[in-house]
């Protein structure tokens, strides 16, 4: 069974850090690309970043370029977002979802991880 | 970047009704198009991808069609389970974007 488990999100002041988790499990993790969805409370799903299998090549939304980086350890089976400069317009719940072997459609998805930036 | 504008943004239809959402692309995507359902505080789940392919355990009463610019989803006989958020997403151009979304209620 593919499970993908979201972790790190909480308070943090605007300007602060966050770095958050996605562990998974129950599929060759180092073959598929993932990504970083949001949706803010009561708003669409937007896509934030998404990193290949390898680990070589990422990708991110222009909200989110120079501020956040995504990255991997396939030998854990997780996915990071570090999340730098981080403003009110970021607060979210997070969710992780496992691609293709190229950043295409999200077959599955984490249960989120809920980050609020607030002083 | 490419913009995905859903239609309609809500709508209330009665069990057993044919519900029709549209999602039209700023640009060209050819078939690289997937449908996403979100329910209340739950995660998105896969339906459709590439505009007509069904998810793996996915029922048969959501179908989708289109290509370029214009795609449909399709719900055959609307069923109180349905009940959802529904979202297309596109795939031809980095950064992946998502329509705005089309919230489905019973009437």
């Known amino acids: 069974e593919v499970l993908l488990v979201e972790s790190g999100g909480g308070l943090v002041q605007p300007g602060g850090s966050l770095r958050l988790s996605c562990a998974g499990s129950?599929?060759?993790?180092?073959?598929?690309?993932m990504s970083w969805v949001r949706q803010a409370p009561g708003k669409g799903l937007e896509w934030v970043s998404g990193?290949?299998?390898?680990?070589?090549?990422?990708h991110y939304a222009d909200s989110v370029k120079g501020r956040f980086t995504i990255s991997r350890d396939n030998s854990k089976n997780t996915v990071y977002l570090q999340m730098n400069s981080l403003r009110a317009e970021d607060s979210a719940l997070y969710y992780c979802?496992?691609?293709?072997?190229?950043?295409?459609?999200?077959?599955?998805w984490g249960q989120g991880t809920l980050v609020t930036v607030s002083s | 970047d490419i913009q995905m504008t859903q239609s309609p943004s809500s709508l209330s239809a009665s069990v057993g009704d044919r519900v029709t959402i549209t999602c039209q692309a700023s640009?060209?995507?050819?078939?690289?198009l997937n449908w996403y359902q979100q329910k209340p505080g739950k995660a998105p789940k896969l339906l459709i991808y590439?505009?007509?392919n069904l998810q793996t355990g996915v029922t048969s009463r959501f179908s989708g069609s289109g290509s370029g610019t214009a795609f449909t989803f399709t719900i055959s006989s609307l069923q109180p389970e349905d009940i959802a958020t529904y979202y297309c997403?596109?795939?031809?151009?980095?950064?992946?974007?998502f329509g705005g979304g089309t919230k489905v209620e019973i009437k």
């Open positions: 129950g599929f060759t993790f180092s073959s598929h690309a």
């Open positions: 590439d505009v007509s």
């Open positions: 990193i290949v299998g390898s680990g070589g090549r990422t």
């Open positions: 997403q596109q795939y031809d151009n980095l950064p992946l974007t």
């Open positions: 640009h060209d995507i050819s078939n690289y």
């Open positions: 979802a496992k691609g293709l072997v190229v950043i295409t459609h999200f077959d599955y």
